[in-house]
C-alpha cells in the first residue's frame, strides 16, 4: 500500500478532489482486519432430532467478528452454559457444543438460542429446538372379528400413534401384500380404511394397519384385524336383490358445512368419503368457479388437493357424491393462513458519523404476526438511546456516533411460526483500505478483456480512479469501466495497453494508492484443429492439433485432450495403454467401439485458451442379427424375420442368409439368399425332405458380421424334383459311339429318397422315335451309332414322390472320324526372308466327318541355298482354328529351301495331308560372327582375327570394320571404317595406331542383304620394349607349333558343327504319322516343334578378349 507519490500522482489527487462525493451508508462488507459488530455465519437449522442410530448431535453456532466473539447460550429461555456439563463436548473458538447419545437424552430436550458476543455488540441466533423422539407404538389389544352385513358401509379403524412428522400410513396382509383399494374401498386421510358398502370378499382374517414414521426410520403395525361379511339372501324369484341399493351418505366428513386453514406454502388436502350402492362417485366444485381443473384429484377423486403456492385459493368449495339413487353434497369453507415473512429484512449497515440511519423490518403473515425489536439481545424497551426514534416499523437513529453502534434483533412470530434477523449498525469513519496487493500483475491477450481489481473499505464510502504509467490524466473511454467494487476492466485489450496502472481511493480521512503491471500477449489459437475422420476397427488413429502461443508462456502452456467432455490423462489405467500423446498429436493404439466420441483439443495459457472439436467414427461390420425366428410356415417355404444389429456407422448393404442341414452335410453351413439390407425378412424356398437350420448375417461395406444364433431345425416333407439335370455334354469319342454326360443333381436337390434319371433320344435328321432308358449314375454311351449325326436329347429327373418337370431339349453329334480329304490348291507366297504367305483350298464339308476345328500347316527345311546336298530338316507346325483357308508361316531361315503339307483336323484328329509344296526364302543378313579375337599387339598395330558367321543367310560380300581411339575419356576418337570385300578374310592387320593407346573395334559380316550383328572388343597398344619382348616370343619355333595346334583344333571343331547343321538331325516317322499326327499331343504354336540349334563354341564377347600389356 502506497501514501507517497510523485508530481503525476498529485495532480491526480488534485483533479480527483473536484467532484469527490460520497453516500452516507453503505451496505455492510467490512474486512476482519477493521473492528466490527459479530455475525453468525453458521447455526443448527430449527430442529435438531435425536435419532437412535447416531452417535452425537451436534448443536451449531459460529460467528465472525473483531474483536473475536464469544458465545452464551439459553435453553427454554433460561441461561445454560455447555462447558459446565462434563458430558457436553464443547469446540474451541466455537459456540457449538456437541451432545453424546449416551442413552439420557431426555435432560438435554427444549429450545436453545444462542448469543455470539463481542464489546461492540451481540448477534442472536433462531431458536433450536433438540427434541428426543419417543418410539411410537400401537397399545397391544385383541380384536374380535367384525361382522358386517353384505351392502353395509364399514370402517376399520387404524388410529396410529403419535410421533414425528410426516406420518405414512399402509394397510396391508400379514404376508405383505397391500389391501387392493378402489372407488368402493379406500383409505382416508386420518389412515382409517372405508369401504362404501361391503361385498363377500372382503371377508379375510388379516387386516393390518402399518404406520411409518421416515425422519426416525420407524414403522409400526396394528394387530391383526377380521372381518366377516355376512352374505344376504335374495328374496325375489329371479335373485335380483333391489333392497341393498340405496343413495349416497358421507361417511366424512360429518355434516353438511366445515371449515379448513390452508397455510401458504404447504398443500391443503380437501376428503369426502361417501357410502350407497352402487358406489358412488365424487365431484368437486369450486363456489362461482366451478370445476378446480388445476387442482390434483387423489384416492380416485375422494380427494381434493389445493395447492399451497397457488393464489385465490381461499373461498368456498363443495364435493357432491352421487349414483342413481340420488347425491349428496358437503361444502368447505378454506381460509388461508401464512407464517412470517419479511416483506422488507432489516440489513446491516456502515454509517458515518453524523448521518441519520434508518432500520426498517416490515412483515407479512396472517394471523399478523407480532413483532419484537431487540438491541445487543436486549429488548428495544430495555434499552434507552436519545436519538433514537421508532416509527412503526422503523427505527431511525438520528446524528449516529460511534456508541450508536449494535446489533438489532427483529422478531416477528405467529402460531404457524416464528423468523428472526440481525442487522449490524456500524458508525465510524475511516480511511481507504485497500485490500488488493500492491505491484500485481496481470496477463491479457490482444482482443479479449482484463480485469485488474482494487478492493477498498472505508467509511465513508471511497471514489476510486485509474491512471496509467504515473500519467495525471484518468482511464477512460468506452474501453475502459470502473465498476462499482473498485475493479477496472479493459474491454478489447490493445497491445498498448501494456503498462503500469494505479489505483486511487479517497474519502474524507484520506487516500490510499496501489499499482498494478499489466502485459499484453498474444493470442493463443489453434491454426489447423483436428478434423473429421471414420476409422476401421483395430486399426490406429492419429488426431493432430497445431498451436500458436505467446512465446512468453511456454513454461506454462497446456495442450489438453477431452472425450465426450472427460479429460483424457495419461495417468487413467484405461487411457495409459492404447492413448499417448506425442508433440500435439493424439495417438489411439488399436481402436475399438469405445473409442468412438467427440475429441476435443484444448490449448490453455494461464490467460486465454482456444479449442476445436472432432468426430471420431469407429467403423466395424454390423453386429449379429437378433430375434431371428420362422413364421408362415408351408410344406416348401418358410419366413424368416430378423431384428438387424448395430451396423456401426457404416449402412447394412445385405443380409445373408445361410443354411445348414443335418443329412447331407451336417454343421457345413451354406448361403441360401441374400436380400437387401433395408429389409428384416425373406420367404424362403426350401427343397423335400430336409432338416433345415438357418442363420442370417448382416455386411456393410467394411464387411461381413458374425451370424446370429440359428433357428430351430424345420423339416419339409419329401416331392418329386424340382429340376433336370443341368451342363448336359455330348460327345462321340469313338465314330460308333455317343457319350452323355451331365451334372448330377446335388443331394439336397433330390427332395427326397430313390432319385433316378431317365434319357430320351432320338436322331434329328431323320423321322425317329424316342428311345428312353432310365439310368440311376450321371452318364449314357449310346453305341452303334452312325457317324457324326444330330441327336436330340432330354434327361429328366425322377424319385418316389414322382417326376421332374418337362425336360428341356438339347442337339449332339455321335461320334466323329479323321477327316478323309487333303486340302487343295496349296500354293505359298514368299513374304521376305523368313516369312511366307501359305493359301488351300477348304475340305468339304461331308469329308470332314465331324467338327471342323481349323487346318494344320507341316513345314521343314530341306537344305541351305549356299549347298546342293538336301537333308530334311526338322518338322513344325502351325495351327489355324476354324474355318480358315490361308495362314502366315514365320521364323524361317533365310536364303533356304522348305517343303510344307497343309491338313484339316476335328475333334477325332489329322485328315490326310496335302501334296508338299516346295519354296525357297530370300536372302538375309548374316548372323553374329561368332569368333573375334586380338591376334598381336605392337607399339603401333594390332592384329584381328575372326571365324565366319555360321548362318550366313545368303552369300557373303565381305566384312566391314570399324575402330576407333577411346582412351577411357569422356570423348572419343573419330570412327575409322574398312570395308573388307574378300568373303574368306579371317584376318586384318592395322597399322599407324598410337603407341599405349586403348581401341574399340566393331566388326560385321555382310551380304548384299546388309550387314549383320556387330561384335566388339577393346584392346591397348603397347609400349616400345614390351612390343620388342612380344616379338621375341612370337618368333620362337616352341610358340609358333603351339598356336598352329590351336588353330588346327579348332577349325576341326568347326567343320563337325558346321556338318552337323546341314544335316539337320534324323527324323523318321511312320507315313500313318504325317498322314494323320495325332491332334491332342500337338500344341498350336510353332513351339510344338523345337529347331535344333547346335552349339555355338569359342563365341568371343568383347570384354572376354580384351588384350593389353599387362596380359603378355
Request: overall charge negative; hydrophobic content about 35%; glycine content about 8%.
Amino acid at each position: 500500500m502506497t501514501q507517497q507519490r510523485g508530481s503525476g500522482f498529485v495532480a491526480l489527487l488534485t483533479a480527483v478532489n473536484c467532484f469527490f462525493a460520497f453516500p452516507s451508508a453503505a451496505a455492510m462488507d467490512i474486512p476482519l482486519e477493521v473492528e466490527q459488530l459479530p455475525t453468525i455465519t453458521a447455526q443448527s437449522p430449527g430442529a435438531v432430532i435425536a435419532l437412535p442410530p447416531e452417535e452425537s448431535f451436534a448443536v451449531t453456532c459460529e460467528a465472525k467478528g473483531n474483536p473475536e466473539p464469544e458465545f452464551r447460550w439459553t435453553k427454554n429461555g433460561q441461561e445454560f452454559d455447555p462447558s459446565l456439563d462434563p458430558l457436553l463436548r464443547k469446540e474451541e473458538n466455537s459456540g457449538t457444543f456437541v451432545i453424546p447419545n449416551n442413552g439420557n437424552l431426555t435432560e438435554y430436550q427444549g429450545t436453545y438460542r444462542c448469543f455470539a458476543f463481542n464489546k461492540l455488540g451481540t448477534a442472536v441466533s433462531q431458536e433450536i429446538g433438540f427434541m428426543v423422539p419417543k418410539i411410537p407404538k400401537f397399545p397391544k389389544e385383541g380384536f374380535d372379528p367384525f361382522k358386517v352385513d353384505e351392502g353395509q358401509p364399514f370402517i376399520l379403524k387404524c388410529d396410529p400413534p403419535k410421533g414425528i412428522p410426516p406420518l405414512q400410513i399402509y394397510w396391508m396382509t400379514m404376508y405383505l401384500q397391500h389391501i387392493e383399494q378402489d372407488d368402493r374401498v379406500s383409505m382416508g386421510l386420518n389412515g382409517d380404511l372405508y369401504f362404501s358398502h361391503v361385498e363377500e370378499k372382503d371377508s379375510r382374517r388379516d387386516y393390518c394397519c402399518f404406520a411409518a414414521f421416515p425422519k426416525i426410520r420407524t414403522i409400526v403395525q396394528k394387530s391383526a384385524m377380521s372381518v366377516v361379511v355376512s352374505p344376504r339372501k335374495s328374496e325375489s324369484p329371479d335373485g335380483a336383490n333391489s333392497i341393498l341399493q340405496r343413495k349416497p351418505s358421507l361417511l366424512t366428513p360429518p355434516g353438511v358445512r366445515s371449515e379448513a386453514v390452508l397455510v401458504k406454502g404447504e398443500d391443503l388436502k380437501l376428503e369426502c368419503i361417501a357410502e350407497g350402492i352402487p358406489t358412488p362417485k365424487v365431484e368437486w366444485e369450486k363456489m362461482g368457479h366451478g370445476r378446480p381443473e388445476k387442482f390434483r384429484l387423489e384416492n380416485h377423486g375422494k380427494v381434493l388437493v389445493v395447492p399451497g403456492d397457488e393464489q385465490d385459493v381461499g373461498g368456498k368449495y363443495m364435493c357432491k357424491a352421487k349414483n342413481p339413487l340420488g347425491e349428496v353434497v358437503h361444502y368447505f369453507t378454506v381460509t388461508v393462513e401464512e407464517p412470517p415473512e419479511f416483506l422488507v429484512e432489516p440489513q446491516s449497515q456502515l454509517s458515518m458519523i453524523g448521518a441519520d440511519v434508518v432500520i426498517k423490518c416490515s412483515v407479512s403473515g396472517s394471523p399478523q404476526p407480532v413483532t419484537t425489536w431487540s438491541v445487543n439481545g436486549v429488548p428495544l424497551q430495555e434499552t434507552l438511546s436519545a436519538n433514537r426514534k421508532i416509527f412503526d416499523d422503523t427505527i431511525i437513529i438520528q446524528n449516529g456516533q460511534p456508541s450508536d453502534s449494535a446489533v438489532y434483533q427483529c422478531e416477528a412470530s405467529n402460531k404457524h411460526g416464528k423468523i428472526l434477523t440481525n442487522a449490524n449498525i456500524m458508525i465510524m469513519n475511516l480511511y481507504p483500505i485497500i485490500l488488493t496487493s500492491d505491484g500485481q500483475e496481470y496477463s491479457a491477450v490482444e482482443d479479449q478483456g482484463v480485469m485488474m481489481h482494487c478492493k477498498v473499505f472505508s467509511s465513508p464510502p471511497s471514489t476510486i480512479f485509474w491512471s496509467k504509467d504515473d500519467s495525471s490524466e484518468l482511464v477512460t473511454g468506452p474501453r475502459f469501466t470502473v465498476h462499482d467494487n473498485g475493479s477496472l476492466e479493459i474491454h478489447t485489450i490493445e497491445k498498448g495497453d501494456t503498462g503500469q496502472y494505479t489505483c486511487l481511493a479517497k474519502n474524507l480521512e484520506g487516500t490510499s494508492a496501489i499499482d498494478a503491471m499489466l502485459y499484453v500477449k498474444d493470442p493463443t489459437k489453434i491454426v489447423a484443429p483436428p478434423q473429421d475422420q471414420s476409422i476401421l476397427i483395430g486399426t490406429d488413429a492419429q488426431l493432430s492439433c497445431l498451436v500458436e502461443f505467446d512465446e512468453s508462456f511456454r513454461g506454462d502452456f497446456e495442450l489438453l485432450w477431452q472425450k465426450d467432455d472427460e479429460e483424457i490423462s495419461p495417468n487413467n489405467t484405461e487411457h495409459s495403454s492404447r492413448y499417448f500423446l506425442e508433440e500435439g498429436v493424439l495417438h489411439i493404439v488399436n481402436v475399438s467401439h469405445r473409442d468412438q466420441g467427440e475429441y476435443r483439443c484444448v490449448a490453455k495459457t494461464p490467460v486465454d485458451s482456444d479449442a476445436a472439436s472432432a468426430r471420431l467414427i469407429v467403423l466395424d461390420v454390423p453386429d449379429a442379427p437378433q430375434s431371428v425366428v420362422l413364421s408362415e410356415r408351408k410344406n416348401r417355404s418358410v419366413k424368416l424375420r430378423w431384428v438387424p444389429g448395430e451396423d456401426h456407422n457404416s449402412s447394412i448393404t445385405e443380409f445373408v442368409i445361410e443354411f445348414e442341414e443335418n443329412k447331407w452335410q451336417p454343421g457345413s453351413w451354406r448361403d441360401l439368399q441374400r436380400v437387401p439390407g433395408n429389409h428384416n425378412s425373406a420367404v424362403l424356398d426350401l427343397h423335400g425332405h430336409v432338416g433345415y437350420r438357418f442363420r442370417v448375417y448382416a455386411v456393410n461395406a467394411v464387411g461381413a458380421g458374425p451370424p446370429s444364433k440359428p433357428t430351430e431345425r424345420y423339416l419339409t416333407p419329401p416331392a418329386a424334383p424340382d429340376k433336370n439335370p443341368e451342363n448336359i455334354k455330348i460327345e462321340g469319342h469313338l465314330p460308333h459311339e455317343m457319350d452323355i454326360n451331365w451334372e448330377p443333381l446335388s443331394p439336397i436337390e433330390h427332395n427326397g429318397p430313390g432319385l433316378e434319371y431317365k434319357v430320351s433320344y432320338r436322331r434329328q435328321d431323320v423321322e425317329d422315335e424316342w428311345k428312353e432308358h432310365t439310368v440311376k449314375r450321371h452318364s449314357f454311351v449310346v453305341r452303334n451309332t452312325p457317324t457324326f449325326v444330330p441327336y436330340e436329347i432330354k434327361i429328366q429327373a425322377k424319385n418316389h414322390q414322382g417326376w421332374g418337370p418337362e425336360p428341356k431339349m438339347v442337339t449332339g453329334y455321335s461320334g466323329e472320324d479323321f477327316p478323309s480329304a487333303a486340302p487343295d490348291d496349296v500354293a505359298v507366297e514368299v513374304m521376305n526372308s523368313s516369312m511366307v504367305n501359305v493359301t488351300w483350298k477348304q475340305v468339304p464339308k461331308d469329308k470332314l466327318h465331324g467338327h471342323l476345328g481349323g487346318y494344320r500347316v507341316n513345314w521343314w527345311r530341306m537344305r541351305s541355298l549356299l549347298h546342293s546336298k538336301q537333308s530334311q530338316g526338322e518338322r513344325h507346325t502351325a495351327a489355324f482354328p476354324g474355318s480358315r483357308s490361308h495362314g502366315t508361316v514365320s521364323g524361317l531361315v533365310p536364303f533356304s529351301e522348305y517343303s510344307l503339307i497343309v491338313m484339316s483336323f476335328n475333334g477325332r484328329g489329322n485328315g490326310p495331308g496335302s501334296k508338299a509344296v516346295n519354296f525357297k526364302t530370300l536372302e538375309g543378313v548374316p548372323e553374329k560372327i561368332p569368333v573375334f579375337r586380338v591376334a598381336d599387339v605392337q607399339k603401333r598395330s594390332i592384329s584381328l582375327a575372326w571365324t565366319p558367321p555360321l548362318e550366313p543367310n545368303g552369300i557373303l560380300t565381305g566384312y566391314l570394320l570399324e575402330y576407333q581411339l577411346i582412351n577411357d575419356t569422356e570423348e572419343a576418337g573419330p570412327l575409322q571404317r574398312v570395308n573388307i570385300s574378300k568373303p574368306d578374310t579371317t584376318r586384318w592387320h592395322l597399322r599407324d595406331l598410337e603407341p599405349l593407346s586403348k581401341y574399340r573395334f566393331q566388326l560385321r559380316s555382310c551380304t548384299s542383304m546388309g550387314c549383320g550383328s556387330i561384335v566388339s572388343l577393346e584392346s591397348t597398344t603397347l609400349e616400345t620394349s614390351l612390343a620388342s619382348v612380344h616379338t621375341g616370343i612370337s618368333s620362337q619355333g616352341w610358340f609358333i607349333g603351339l598356336m598352329s595346334a590351336i588353330a588346327l583344333l579348332t577349325l576341326v571343331v568347326l567343320i563337325a558343327c558346321f556338318v552337323n547343321r546341314n544335316k539337320g538331325g534324323k527324323y523318321s516317322v511312320k507315313e500313318k504319322e504325317d498322314l494323320h499326327p495325332d491332334v491332342e499331343s500337338q500344341g498350336i504354336n510353332d513351339d510344338t516343334f523345337c529347331e535344333y540349334r547346335p552349339p555355338r563354341i569359342l563365341e568371343v564377347h568383347a570384354e572376354s578378349h580384351t588384350s593389353s600389356a599387362g596380359d603378355i
